[in-house]
Structures are given as structure tokens and as C-alpha cells.
């Protein structure tokens, strides 16, 4: 399911062709790169999707959401985290799971330009993460047109995930994976900030842990990986969470296992509806047909995305 979820495509037909594609200003060294699908009411209410770990605006459950979104009336932006999609060399920083300027930026951006337009957020796997720590960030104060957020297999406990992610066979395949992405990132940051990565700067780690020791946690001010995992878990910011927030995880995640207080911390804060399947895989959900009811028709099988876009429906209708 998880192998399904990452590499089975969505058709799309000419509908990526159709995107717009802008550079929007972080701060003085960075700049994302931001893939919109607009509809002719620039009130229309506005989905803002993040890829995760390794990802981009162009993975399959991105397109696959941001189509549904579009036929049911939203203008969609798919954001591509500082380093994703090959944007390397619009940003001297590296990113994580607490990132939050990204998310905010964009936020912002449509509140400045789309004042009227109600907007809901949705994050997958890490970029559930970051869009976690940002509406953290955001608190009791979120800017007035966001409606709701959406946290599809996130990881709450990074330090459960790393374990997690040194376990079995399958899981180290998921990981080996994730670190050619590493190492394919670090040679183009080499190559464009010499000053700060050296050449050999994609050698001289074996795993998740490695990396995080040797890259992310100094970069951001972290004493060292474990510090990171601790404090970057997104675990510690969800009673902070004011917006009607929708989670979705599966029981069977082998890369994100929740325990029971993870459940508990999601199930005592009010404002998060936790929907929790047995079996769905990491930020996959492919079900044998699609679901319908007496008030919704999935428009596929790919469940997780279907809930995305419903609950973006829900939210801004309610506003």
C-alpha cells in the first residue's frame, strides 16, 4: 500500500500542462516555487497542499488531491518545500520537520492577494509536520480566512519514526531510498553553495540518524539528532492547535507507528477530529472501490485524498 501510494500515478492528462508556476519570496536567501491551478473566481475558496519527506509539489498524492480539489471549486497551490523539485539553488538552508516559513509565507501571500477567498490547508507526512508546527505558530490569532487544516500520516513522534524506520527489511528499503534523495540534494547545494557544502558533502552518513547528527540538526540550532527528534516532534504542538483540524493514519503505517500517546494527544484536543483506519499504509489509503454515502461520492479509490477534499468542502461551506 505504502509502495502504491508513493509510485502508482494519477491520470492527469493535460492538467499539470495547465499549472502556473511562481517563485514566492521566504526571506532574503529563499524562494519556493509554488504550482497553481486557478479558477476564474478569484474568490474561490483556495486548497494549499504540502508534499512530504523528499517530495515535491508534482508527487502522484499531490496531483492526485489537487485534481479532485479543482473539479469541486478550488483554485489549488501546491507548494514545493525549500529544496524540492529541483529548487536547490533558490535557498542556502536545508529544511525539517518544524519548518514553518514556507507554509506561513504562502498563507500569507493568499491572504494579501485572495482576501475573500476562505482557505484549507493540508499537510502529508512531513509537510503534515510542518503545517502542525505552523498553525502551533499561528495559535489563538490564525489568519482570519484559514477555515481548517488537514494532517495525513504525520509524524508526530519523530523519535518512534526513526526507530521505525530502522526496523525490517522494507522500512530500510523506504530509507535507503530517501537517502539517494539526500545525497542527489546535498551534491547540487555543493554545487551552487560552495561555501557552505563541501563536494564530499553527500558522503559520510549511513542513515536517517547519521544524516540528521551530521546535517539537519546543527543547521537549525538543534544540540544534536536526538535534541531535533525531541523538539521538532509535532507531538508537543498539537494541544496547541486552535483550527478545525482533520487527521488521517492507519493503523498499519510502517513508517509513522503511533502509540498510545500520540492517540491520546490528538484525541484531547477538541479541535482535531482523528480518523483512524486499520489499514491504509504511509500516506497511501487506496480503497477497493470508491466510498459513497448519502451526502458524498469519492470521485476514486484514493480514500486519503477524497477525506482531503471533503473536509475542505465542509470547512469552507461552513464559513
Not at 520537520?97 to 507554509?103: C, G
Given at each position: 500500500m505504502t509502495i502504491a501510494g508513493a509510485k502508482l500515478p494519477?491520470?492527469?492528462?493535460?492538467?499539470?500542462?495547465?499549472?502556473?508556476?511562481?517563485?514566492?519570496?521566504?526571506?532574503?536567501?529563499?524562494?519556493?516555487?509554488?504550482?497553481?491551478?486557478?479558477?476564474?473566481?478569484?474568490?474561490?475558496p483556495v486548497l494549499v497542499l504540502a508534499h512530504g519527506l523528499m517530495?515535491?509539489?508534482?508527487?502522484?498524492?499531490?496531483?492526485?488531491?489537487?485534481?479532485?480539489?479543482?473539479?469541486?471549486?478550488f483554485s489549488v497551490l501546491r507548494?514545493?518545500?525549500?529544496?524540492?523539485?529541483?529548487?536547490?539553488?533558490?535557498?542556502?538552508?536545508?529544511?525539517?520537520?518544524?519548518?514553518?516559513?514556507?507554509?506561513?509565507?504562502?498563507?500569507?501571500?493568499?491572504?494579501?492577494?485572495?482576501?475573500?477567498?476562505?482557505?484549507?490547508?493540508?499537510?502529508?507526512?512531513?509537510?503534515?509536520?510542518q503545517l502542525a508546527h505552523t498553525a502551533a505558530r499561528w495559535g489563538d490569532a490564525p489568519p482570519a480566512d484559514v477555515r481548517g487544516i488537514?494532517?495525513?500520516?504525520?509524524?508526530?513522534?519523530?523519535?518512534?519514526?526513526?526507530?521505525?524506520?530502522?526496523?525490517?527489511?522494507?522500512?530500510?528499503?523506504?530509507?535507503?531510498?530517501?537517502?539517494?534523495?539526500?545525497?542527489d540534494a546535498l551534491w547540487h547545494k555543493a554545487e551552487h553553495f560552495p561555501e557552505r557544502y563541501p563536494r564530499d558533502a553527500a558522503f559520510g552518513y549511513r542513515d536517517f540518524y547519521t544524516f540528521d547528527q551530521q546535517w539537519t540538526a546543527p543547521a537549525f540550532g538543534y544540540r544534536s539528532a536526538n535534541d531535533y527528534y525531541n523538539r521538532a516532534s509535532a507531538v508537543h504542538v498539537v494541544p496547541r492547535l486552535r483550527l478545525p483540524t482533520l487527521a488521517l493514519h492507519a493503523a498499519d503505517d510502517p513508517i509513522v507507528p503511533y502509540n498510545r500517546r500520540d492517540l491520546d494527544v490528538l484525541r484531547g484536543n477538541p479541535a482535531v477530529r482523528l480518523l483512524m483506519t486499520?489499514?491504509?499504509g504511509h500516506n497511501a489509503f487506496l480503497g477497493a472501490e470508491p466510498m459513497r454515502d448519502d451526502l458524498w461520492e469519492d470521485s476514486d479509490r484514493w480514500w486519503a485524498e477524497n477525506r482531503v477534499v471533503q473536509w475542505a468542502v465542509t470547512r469552507c461551506d461552513a464559513s
Open positions: 494519477r491520470p492527469h492528462g493535460p492538467f499539470l500542462d495547465l499549472a502556473e508556476r511562481f517563485w514566492l519570496p521566504v526571506d532574503r536567501e529563499t524562494s519556493v516555487l509554488v504550482e497553481t491551478h486557478w479558477q476564474r473566481d478569484p474568490d474561490a517530495g515535491s509539489a508534482r508527487s502522484p498524492y499531490m496531483v492526485g488531491t489537487a485534481q479532485k480539489a479543482f473539479r469541486r471549486g507548494l514545493n518545500t525549500r529544496n524540492c523539485g529541483g529548487t536547490w539553488h533558490r535557498t542556502p538552508t536545508l529544511y525539517n520537520a518544524a519548518l514553518t516559513d514556507d507554509l506561513h509565507a504562502l498563507v500569507q501571500w493568499v491572504g494579501e492577494f485572495h482576501p475573500r477567498s476562505p482557505v484549507v490547508v493540508a499537510g502529508f507526512s512531513m509537510g503534515g509536520s488537514v494532517l495525513v500520516s504525520t509524524p508526530l513522534n519523530l523519535v518512534t519514526c526513526c526507530r521505525a524506520m530502522h526496523t525490517g527489511f522494507l522500512n530500510r528499503l523506504y530509507m535507503r531510498n530517501f537517502l539517494e534523495g539526500f545525497r486499520d489499514a491504509g
